[in-house]
């Protein structure tokens, strides 16, 4: 009798309401700038070996390696003015294992470029995390032209329609956008010589074969310093105190001109807040090391740092600014 009453007892406890239970919201548990990385990361970089992305990428990962304790390496993925390489880390998973050197052109040109098309949404699929730095940027010419200033340039162009060249890294790079302002404004026509980065211009322009080109500091100070190219003028100021005595192009003729450019630290669109701020503060601290800043500055840079913010808005500002250069000059992208 005693065994019916206790199996009955245990029927009406299952047959029986449960009592309310007070819900608790269940949240994944996110992932902190305390417990990232945990394994090695990829920097991905658009352009060849050697130029001045690939100088500075190199240098921004050994430092975040040891900032971080994670082994972090350089992959090289060129083509498309680093749209190819953009493209594979908005394609990549957010967990802060793969970043990508973003470019001013990546984010504030290449969206306003008519005839560029892009497979990602750069606002979207890119988290923009922090500036590392700007780049001192010149015009130069091979050395067996005659010209020494600007005003010689524009006054043999004018004199010869169409007959100078000039190099870029890729149609719609940042290179041709300088020279194509620099032409509006000097009232010249030159013809545009496109390549697949900065390095293998270089390569023609010593060889005699290109005239000139706009391109950074970084990855021309050597061959300026082994007199295989010729600095003509800085396209913004000041003019770096590594060439002491070049000029800019604002105060040799054109005093509306400036070009400038900038590289930084993007992660996949979605990568957890905690990652990105952690990114921006470690690349502040890099550069607020005045060792670091003294190295970069001596090798053509101009370190900027900031708030993620700061970036954000540095980019809206270049799009319409460089939007309008595309339109008056009628330029188009590949």
């Known amino acids: 009798m005693r ?9 009406l406890a299952f047959c029986a309401p449960l009592a309310p239970v007070t819900a608790q919201p269940v949240t ?41 304790g994670q082994p972090v390496s350089v992959d090289n993925r060129t083509g498309a003015n ?42 979207r699929d890119l988290t923009q995390a922090v500036i590392i730095a700007g780049l001192d940027n010149l015009l130069y010419v091979n050395p067996r032209l005659p010209f020494r200033t600007v005003g010689e340039i524009i006054d043999h162009a004018r004199a010869h329609p169409d007959q100078l060249s000039y190099g870029s890294s890729g149609v719609g790079s940042s290179y041709q956008l300088w020279a194509a302002q620099f032409a509006a404004m000097a009232g010249i026509k ?26 950074n500091l970084a990855e021309i100070l050597p061959h300026i310093r082994a007199g295989t190219v010729r600095a003509i003028a800085f396209t913004s100021a000041p003019p770096s105190p590594v060439l002491p005595g070049v000029p800019t192009i604002a105060e040799s003729g054109l005093p509306e001109f400036r070009a400038d450019n900038w590289f930084g630290i993007a992660a996949p669109g979605g990568t957890p807040r905690p990652i990105v701020e952690r990114l921006n503060t470690e690349v502040g601290r890099m550069l607020a090391d005045p060792a670091v800043r003294e190295r970069l500055i001596s090798l053509g840079y101009q370190p900027r740092g900031g708030s993620i913010a700061e970036m954000e808005r540095t980019i809206q500002a270049d799009r319409t600014r460089w939007r309008a250069v595309i339109q008056a000059n009628n330029i188009r992208g590949e």
Do not use: C, Y
């Open 82 to 123: 680093g749209l190819i390489a953009a493209a594979a880390v908005a394609q990549a998973k957010p967990d802060g294992n793969t970043l990508l050197l973003v470019t001013m052109s990546m984010v504030a040109t290449a969206p306003v470029m008519p005839g560029v098309t892009l497979n990602f949404d750069p606002d």
């Open 28 to 68: 994944a548990q996110p992932v902190t700038a305390q417990t990232w990385p945990s394994q090695p990361i990829l920097l991905v970089n658009g352009f060849p070996p050697g130029g001045g992305a690939d100088i500075l990428a190199r240098l921004t990962a050994a430092h975040l390696a040891t900032a971080l």
């Open 190 to 215: 030159m013809i545009h010589i496109p390549f697949r980065g900065g390095p293998p211009a270089i390569s023609e322009i010593i060889a005699g074969r290109v005239d000139m080109m706009f391109g």
């Open 3 to 11: 065994h019916l009453q206790r199996l009955a007892i245990i029927a």
